[in-house]
């Protein structure tokens, strides 16, 4: 069935007895695919190639192949900026923000297994970027009808041709209420089972691991990039708010990526710099800072993160290292990327540029290390911000203006399971 395979694959298990977040149960080893990968590999022939291991017994070479093009016409782009820094652009996707790549992969390979097979229906709660990552990635696909649910306000970036009663396939419903309400009518969607089984429910969210383990291959595509001109240890520095991303490059790790270390990095709420120091988990206050995609006081992959300490604590504590930059230093980053290496950085990425700075200059680490900063947002996102720190100023490409246009929802719901039901249904 469609929607127990992207809940769960075949490999993923529940984190915890009572429920929540999937995370794999047994790990892969890839290694012998770093032998021959080298940088004339393209990220359609890597993810061709890596996709069928990792989803054993679903995708075949064929089948993965045909995924891996649906999905990318785009691919990252790794800039060394000198010997011991390089900086990981994952901005190039059509919404310009590092979601499109494992998105795009999760509309793409339910496309694929949907041929001659029975409808399903995506669930996602939605709010600025990640909405209309989703409205683009699952756009057109054929079998599948993506609902899009998000708090008061505006959904942008869609054409009101591509809604359900106007022969599209996306529904957006605006609910009455918070993005939490929005996540919790998903999960109540998703329980109820007579529903869920008519439609074919699954989601595109985090709970879902056929997003979020296509985050992997950007790691994987960046080392098989630079491990020719590697000399010593290779850190990723990685911004972190509900450390999706970070999960994401330590599963990298755990199916063979040879890297010594990640660092979290975090902005002044710094939600889990003590817990990955081996104190308890204590959320703080929400702090509002101008990377505001990491400002998080409660990461949603808490338990994710939580799963790699409970089986290796020691092994973890020299594997992450918590970094916290506060929006002073990020605007000194951002002035600083520019003069020294003529590069502009989104406040997000500046966060973890800046993490990486200060571990190179710390006594962390002996020898030679090659740190890749991940940035995860184009400049564009924060325009007026980047003016401010640079001075420059920032061409919008006319693929992101375009995501501009402000579109009516097809209903306004009160965040009850019957009236998000009852909506779905009208439109069908």
């Known amino acids: 069935?469609?929607?127990?395979?992207?809940?769960?694959?075949?490999?993923?298990?529940?984190?915890?007895?009572?429920?929540?977040?999937?995370?794999?149960?047994?790990?892969?080893?890839?290694?012998?695919?770093?032998?021959?990968?080298?940088?004339?590999?393209?990220?359609?022939?890597?993810?061709?190639?890596?996709?069928?291991?990792?989803?054993?017994?679903?995708?075949?070479?064929?089948?993965?192949?045909?995924?891996?093009?649906?999905?990318?016409?785009?691919?990252?782009?790794?800039?060394?900026?000198?010997?011991?820094?390089?900086?990981?652009?994952?901005?190039?996707?059509?919404?310009?923000?590092?979601?499109?790549?494992?998105?795009?992969?999760?509309?793409?390979?339910?496309?694929?297994?949907?041929?001659?097979?029975?409808?399903?229906?995506?669930?996602?709660?939605?709010?600025?970027?990640?909405?209309?990552s989703i409205a683009n990635a699952f756009n057109n696909r054929e079998g599948i009808t993506s609902v899009l649910l998000y708090p008061s306000g505006h959904i942008r970036g869609l054409e009101s041709a591509s809604f359900v009663p106007k022969g599209g396939n996306i529904i957006p419903i605006q609910v009455k209420g918070t993005f939490d309400d929005c996540q919790r009518l998903i999960m109540?969607?998703?329980?109820?089972?007579?529903?869920?089984?008519?439609?074919?429910?699954?989601?595109?969210?985090?709970?879902?691991?056929g997003r979020l383990l296509p985050q992997t291959f950007y790691y994987l595509y960046a080392f098989i990039k630079i491990k020719k001109q590697l000399h010593g240890d290779l850190v990723f520095s990685v911004p972190s708010g509900n450390f999706g991303n970070l999960i994401a490059g330590l599963y990298a790790w755990k199916f063979g990526m040879p890297v010594n270390g990640f660092i979290a990095a975090m902005n002044a709420n710094d939600a889990f710099g003590d817990y990955i120091q081996g104190e308890k988990f204590i959320?703080?206050?929400?702090?509002?800072?101008?990377?505001?995609?990491?400002?998080?006081?409660?990461?949603?992959?808490?338990?994710?993160?939580?799963?790699?300490?409970?089986?290796?604590?020691?092994?973890?504590?020299?594997?992450?290292?918590?970094?916290?930059?506060?929006?002073?230093?990020?605007l000194k980053t951002m002035e600083q990327a520019w003069k020294k290496y003529n590069i502009i950085l989104d406040p997000h990425s500046a966060v973890a540029f800046a993490a990486a700075e200060q571990l190179r200059n710390s006594r962390d680490f002996d020898g030679h290390i090659h740190t890749v900063v991940l940035a995860t947002a184009h400049p564009a996102k924060e325009a007026a911000l980047v003016t401010k720190a640079t001075g420059q100023t920032v061409e919008i490409p006319r693929r992101l203006r375009m995501l501009q246009k402000k579109v009516d929802p097809i209903a306004i719901i009160d965040p009850q399971l019957d009236a998000l039901e009852g909506a779905i249904a009208s439109c069908l």
């Open 283 to 330: 959320p703080r206050p929400l702090i509002n800072t101008n990377s505001p995609a990491l400002d998080v006081s409660i990461p949603s992959n808490y338990e994710r993160l939580a799963s790699f300490y409970e089986e290796a604590p020691a092994v973890m504590r020299n594997m992450v290292y918590p970094a916290a930059i506060d929006d002073e230093t990020t």
């Open 188 to 209: 109540a969607t998703i329980n109820d089972l007579p529903f869920a089984e008519r439609y074919g429910v699954t989601s595109a969210n985090a709970i879902n691991p």
């Open 1 to 132: 069935m469609i929607t127990r395979f992207l809940l769960r694959m075949r490999f993923f298990t529940v984190c915890l007895p009572g429920g929540g977040l999937y995370v794999p149960a047994q790990t892969v080893d890839m290694r012998q695919f770093f032998l021959y990968m080298d940088s004339d590999t393209t990220y359609p022939e890597l993810v061709a190639t890596v996709a069928p291991v990792l989803l054993q017994g679903e995708l075949n070479p064929f089948s993965a192949s045909r995924v891996a093009e649906s999905a990318f016409n785009f691919e990252p782009d790794l800039q060394q900026l000198d010997e011991g820094l390089s900086v990981l652009n994952l901005y190039n996707g059509p919404t310009g923000v590092f979601k499109d790549f494992g998105i795009a992969f999760l509309a793409a390979v339910m496309e694929e297994l949907l041929k001659n097979s029975s409808p399903a229906m995506v669930l996602s709660a939605t709010r600025g970027d990640t909405g209309v």
